[in-house]
Every structure is written in structure tokens, then in C-alpha cells.
């Protein structure tokens, strides 16, 4: 009986992708196949990721479809700093294109950053906003942090290793292979198997897109123009309201503006991310965007079943809309939001679209002593 055979399932060696630079490129995939900058990595372990991947064609589908939102953004800036357009792949890796991903370690966003490499690159996080989600700061946090860590090793494996494992975990490594005159090159460094695993994936996912013909794979279509701009609101505008006002799915609203913690936008200057199409449409209705809610600030002797009577709340009403899954998290001094005018229904879908709202669920659940996350 003949041993099995291993098929590798990569390109030819002699096949070359070749790319017609003097057209205007096809969709947003095609322009990312002509800003590939980095060395190909060829390891087994790469041919063991494709494999995986394309074993489960309806994962991968989603995890493309997840990026059609963000990717033309992420494009231009890797091209407006020439680097490498690999790196738009990355959120692939690291949070499936998710921008509300939340790691055992309490990275966040769609480039997983930890609260304090969040706070080194000075995004924003307390009570109203976690821009670890935000697409546009949290993009510009990475982008800066890779190009800070490639100068810092003059490599793209490395670089990205040391975005995965930390710089200080890979300089300690080479200089561990320097050492022992060994090769200090990515495959031959000693890092853990998640660090190890984590280049494979990408570069799996590059081959694939690459060449999607080659491995059967269909991508679906993101044309090469803008998706999302920008736009200044109003404080105190609940992201409800906006939804109905352009008349945009709220959950749509919500992938656009994964860092609002709760359902209304903070005093302080801040911008709305709503589709290119809708801009227009926020603007010209701006007069109707007037602010539906006010403070409260909790006073010593307060019953919170009180202050939700007062303003015309359930209990778990009041709790969700203050990100709150039990009453004894409310203290003294704590600014509560409650209604000035807001239709409460229209907001509490909400609590199924933002993490730090709890549904009536995560309330219930927290008074049997169940943790949320």
C-alpha cells in the first residue's frame, strides 16, 4: 500500500501573477494585488493554512464579505504611506474583519489592540468611547505602530511578528539566535505557536486572493471607491436617530461606529461615519438631529427603580441604556443618562449591536451571578 500523498496546493513555480498597471483597477481586490510589497513566505505551514481555509468555503466567504466595509479606507492609507497593501489583509487575521472582536486578553477592535498599547498610540478609551474600535483612529494606530516596528527590524515578517507577539518578545528571540549563531530570519526564531501560526494565515489569505482562480475561490465584489466619510454631528445625538434620519440599517450604523460605548454620542468634538451616499442626506436633515436625552447625576440617597419610574423606564431599561447589567454598579456621583424626548424603543435594539449595552439577557443573567464579558 503506497504512502498518501501530500498535494501543496500553491501556485506553480514557474507561474507569475502578473498585473496590467496601465488600467485602472478592476475592484478593491485587484488594486491590493498591485500594492503586494512583502517577501512571500514558503513554509508548509502556509500550505496547511490555505488547506484549512479552503475547507471551509462558507468562513471564508463571511470573512471576505465582513470587509467590504473598511477595506477601500485601509487601502488608501497603506497607499498615501507606501506600504505594503498585505497589510489590508491583516484584520482578517486578527479580528475577522470584526470591529467590536474581543480577545481573552482584552484586545479590541479590528486590529486588536490591549488597552495599554491603545493608550501608547493615544486612543481614547473610558465610559462613552473605546476608539480600539474606532475604524479611522485605530487604523491610523496600526499603520503607525507597523511602520514604527518594520524601521525598528528592516523586516516585514519580523515586523509583523513583533505586531503579534510584541517587539521586545521577537528582539529577545534573535538575540537569542544571534547567540547560538543561528539565523536570526522569522521561521527560525523560537516563538510561541501563536505567533508562529500567525504569518502562515496571512500569507495563506494572500495567495488565495492573489489567485482566487487557482484554489476554486469566488470573491465577492467590493468596487474600487469610496464606502464610508465623515461627517461632524451634534453632541447628544443617539446613533437611532441618525439610523432613521438616513434612513441607513442600524446595524450598518453601528459597524461604521464600533467605538460609541452607548447609544449617544458624548459632548466634545466627534465625528459620524455614515455611508458615502447618506452624507448628504445627515446634512440636509441636520435640524431634525436635536439632542433626545440629558444627565442625571446619581445622588447618595437615589433609588435607581425611583429614577426609572421618574423618566418612564423599566429598571432594565435605565440599566442597558447606562451600560449597566446590575443596579449595584450604580454609585453615587455616576452620570446616568435618561430621555428627554427619546423614543426608548427605538434605541433598545441597540443593546443586540453594542457590547457595553446589555440586553435584558446579560441583566438577568448577572443576577444569578453569571459574568459577562
Same mark, same amino acid.
Given at each position: 500500500?503506497?504512502?498518501?500523498?501530500?498535494? *501543496?496546493?500553491?501556485?506553480?513555480?514557474?507561474?507569475?501573477?502578473?498585473v496590467?498597471?496601465?488600467?485602472?483597477?478592476?475592484?478593491?481586490?485587484?488594486?491590493?494585488?498591485?500594492?503586494?510589497?512583502?517577501?512571500?513566505?514558503?513554509?508548509?505551514?502556509?500550505?496547511?493554512?490555505?488547506i484549512?481555509?479552503?475547507?471551509?468555503?462558507?468562513?471564508?466567504?463571511?470573512?471576505?464579505?465582513?470587509?467590504?466595509?473598511?477595506?477601500?479606507?485601509?487601502? =488608501?492609507?497603506? /497607499?498615501?504611506r507606501g506600504?505594503?497593501?498585505?497589510?489590508?489583509?491583516?484584520?482578517?487575521?486578527?479580528?475577522?474583519?470584526?470591529?467590536m472582536?474581543?480577545?481573552?486578553s482584552r484586545?479590541?477592535g479590528?486590529?486588536?489592540?490591549?488597552?495599554?498599547?491603545? &493608550?501608547y498610540?493615544?486612543l481614547?478609551?473610558?465610559?462613552?468611547?473605546?476608539? &480600539?474600535?474606532?475604524?479611522?483612529?485605530?487604523?491610523?494606530?496600526?499603520?503607525d505602530?507597523?511602520?514604527r516596528i518594520? =524601521?525598528? *527590524?528592516?523586516?516585514?515578517h519580523?515586523?509583523?511578528?513583533?505586531?503579534?507577539?510584541?517587539?521586545?518578545?521577537?528582539?529577545?528571540? &534573535?538575540?537569542?539566535?544571534?547567540? @547560538?549563531?543561528?539565523?536570526? =530570519?522569522?521561521?527560525?526564531?523560537?516563538?510561541?505557536?501563536?505567533?508562529?501560526?500567525y504569518?502562515?494565515?496571512l500569507?495563506?489569505?494572500?495567495?488565495?486572493i492573489?489567485?482566487?482562480?487557482?484554489?476554486?475561490?469566488?470573491?465577492? *465584489?467590493?468596487?474600487? &471607491?469610496?464606502?464610508?466619510?465623515?461627517?461632524?454631528?451634534?453632541p447628544?445625538?443617539?446613533? !437611532?436617530?441618525?439610523?432613521?434620519?438616513?434612513?441607513?440599517?442600524?446595524? /450598518?450604523?453601528?459597524?461604521?461606529?464600533?467605538?460609541?460605548?452607548?447609544? #449617544?454620542?458624548?459632548?466634545?468634538k466627534?465625528?459620524?461615519?455614515?455611508?458615502?451616499?447618506?452624507v448628504?442626506?445627515?446634512?440636509?436633515?441636520?435640524?431634525?438631529?436635536?439632542p433626545?436625552?440629558?444627565?442625571?447625576q446619581?445622588?447618595?440617597?437615589?433609588?435607581l427603580?425611583?429614577?426609572?419610574?421618574r423618566?418612564?423606564?423599566?429598571?432594565?431599561?435605565?440599566l442597558?441604556?447606562?451600560g449597566?447589567?446590575?443596579?449595584?454598579?450604580?454609585?453615587?456621583?455616576?452620570?446616568l443618562?435618561?430621555?428627554?424626548? !427619546?423614543? #426608548?424603543?427605538?434605541?433598545?435594539?441597540?443593546s443586540?449591536?453594542?457590547?457595553?449595552?446589555p440586553?435584558?439577557?446579560?441583566?438577568?443573567? !448577572?443576577?444569578k451571578? @453569571?459574568?459577562?464579558?
Amino acid at each position: 500500500m503506497s504512502s498518501p500523498r501530500v498535494v *501543496h496546493m500553491e501556485p506553480p513555480d514557474d507561474s507569475v501573477v502578473t498585473v496590467d498597471l496601465t488600467h485602472k483597477a478592476a475592484d478593491l481586490w485587484d488594486r491590493i494585488r498591485r500594492g503586494f510589497g512583502m517577501p512571500d513566505l514558503v513554509a508548509d505551514e502556509v500550505t496547511n493554512r490555505q488547506i484549512q481555509y479552503l475547507a471551509h468555503p462558507a468562513a471564508l466567504s463571511r470573512l471576505f464579505h465582513r470587509s467590504y466595509r473598511y477595506l477601500y479606507h485601509i487601502v =488608501d492609507e497603506l /497607499e498615501a504611506r507606501g506600504l505594503p497593501t498585505e497589510i489590508a489583509l491583516l484584520p482578517l487575521v486578527e479580528s475577522g474583519f470584526d470591529p467590536m472582536a474581543y480577545s481573552s486578553s482584552r484586545a479590541a477592535g479590528l486590529w486588536q489592540f490591549i488597552p495599554s498599547t491603545g &493608550r501608547y498610540f493615544n486612543l481614547r478609551q473610558n465610559e462613552w468611547i473605546d476608539e &480600539r474600535r474606532d475604524i479611522i483612529a485605530s487604523t491610523d494606530a496600526a499603520l503607525d505602530y507597523l511602520e514604527r516596528i518594520y =524601521d525598528m *527590524h528592516g523586516d516585514w515578517h519580523l515586523a509583523l511578528a513583533s505586531y503579534n507577539a510584541g517587539e521586545g518578545t521577537v528582539l529577545r528571540a &534573535r538575540k537569542a539566535n544571534e547567540a @547560538k549563531g543561528l539565523p536570526t =530570519d522569522y521561521l527560525s526564531l523560537d516563538l510561541r505557536k501563536e505567533t508562529r501560526d500567525y504569518i502562515p494565515k496571512l500569507q495563506a489569505l494572500k495567495n488565495i486572493i492573489a489567485r482566487p482562480e487557482l484554489f476554486g475561490i469566488e470573491l465577492p *465584489h467590493v468596487p474600487n &471607491r469610496i464606502y464610508f466619510d465623515m461627517i461632524d454631528t451634534p453632541p447628544g445625538v443617539d446613533l !437611532a436617530l441618525v439610523a432613521r434620519l438616513t434612513e441607513t440599517p442600524l446595524d /450598518e450604523l453601528v459597524a461604521l461606529n464600533p467605538a460609541y460605548r452607548k447609544p #449617544v454620542i458624548p459632548e466634545g468634538k466627534h465625528q459620524l461615519i455614515l455611508p458615502a451616499d447618506k452624507v448628504e442626506v445627515f446634512k440636509a436633515r441636520l435640524n431634525e438631529a436635536q439632542p433626545r436625552w440629558k444627565t442625571y447625576q446619581l445622588q447618595r440617597k437615589d433609588s435607581l427603580q425611583a429614577i426609572a419610574k421618574r423618566f418612564g423606564l423599566t429598571l432594565t431599561q435605565l440599566l442597558q441604556i447606562n451600560g449597566l447589567d446590575s443596579s449595584r454598579k450604580a454609585k453615587p456621583g455616576m452620570t446616568l443618562l435618561v430621555p428627554a424626548g !427619546a423614543d #426608548v424603543s427605538e434605541v433598545l435594539p441597540l443593546s443586540e449591536l453594542i457590547p457595553d449595552m446589555p440586553t435584558e439577557e446579560d441583566i438577568r443573567n !448577572a443576577g444569578k451571578g @453569571k459574568k459577562r464579558r
